[in-house]
């Protein structure tokens, strides 16, 4: 697959991607190289990415644990203390190896190491290729709020490797789907299209629906790398699908969401209330619907959970000036941002969630 130029890096495409990977070592002269990784990518991916890596340069793997619980400024404190002790310093480069957590988390570290150190990200889920890929953001949570401390600031290049999907589960694959499905809703009705019969995809359509889904955010990036105006489009379906995912991570009660789990559920939430605020059809809500529940189990929200959900609103990261801002649909591709909702009509679309399925 051809090389995706953004306006401050690449992202290179499977198997001859390595090049460039050692084409940047060769030419940097890094003093040190850490990868970063958990449990996890340490013995899936790991040994697949030694095998590509051509230099006679000390490799030094940094393991943490795995799962966004680990994603906190503690997990940071140790990885610097780490990269302290094996002699990092300005001229390292770091090398993420994993999905999300390590890609935002570990971005964060090596941005904020001695002022700023060089990496490369090598996402190895599918959420992680089709979003953490491309933008710069980078950050850890603050206690269950997520993605509240962190920097906007692009790898060297990224690496999108289908290999590494081999190594997921069903329901990983199913969580990145979600980041795809919203790139269809907010910007290309004929993208969204391809998901609507999942029976008609195979495993040989997938590169190029990554691909597809990595050009659509990189548009929108490129058009806004601050998220001042276009790329808040890309928090359809995250305002509340974050709480819900926040309020399940806290909860010893509630079982764990994956990131694209709660996200299918807010993209539910949000078409409904575009239907009643910005004019979304009845005919797409219900496409809307019927597409993500066909693919997403029924996670069960009591009507004692919505107040505590709402109330973690506040702590989204795309509020100003007090006010809790979502992006909501006039129809299928095309959306507005910066839309105010009362709490009753959030209410309401999570009794119509609940009685979706």
Known sequence: MKTIESNSNKIHFNLSAYQHVNAHIENSNPSNIFILVDENTHELCLPHLLAEIKTTKTIEIVEIESGEINKTIETCVGVWNVLSELGGDRKSLVINLGGGVITDLGGF??????????????????????????????????????????VINTPEMVIIDTTYLKTLPQNEMRSGLAEMLKHGLIQDKAYWDKFKDLSLLHTEHLDQLIYESVLIKKHVVDIDPREDGLRKTLNFGHTIGHAIESYFLTNSYKTTLLHGEAIAIGMILAAYISTKLTGLSEAENNEIKNVINSIYDFVSINEEDYEPIIDLLKYDKKNSHGNINFVLLSAIGETKIDCLVPNDLIIEALKFYNDSY
């Open 109 to 150: 570290v090596a941005s904020t190491f001695k002022r700023g150190i060089s990496f490369i990200n090598i996402p190895t889920t599918l959420l992680s290729m089709v979003d953490a890929s491309v933008g710069g953001k980078t950050g850890v949570d603050l206690g269950n709020l997520k993605n509240q401390i962190g």
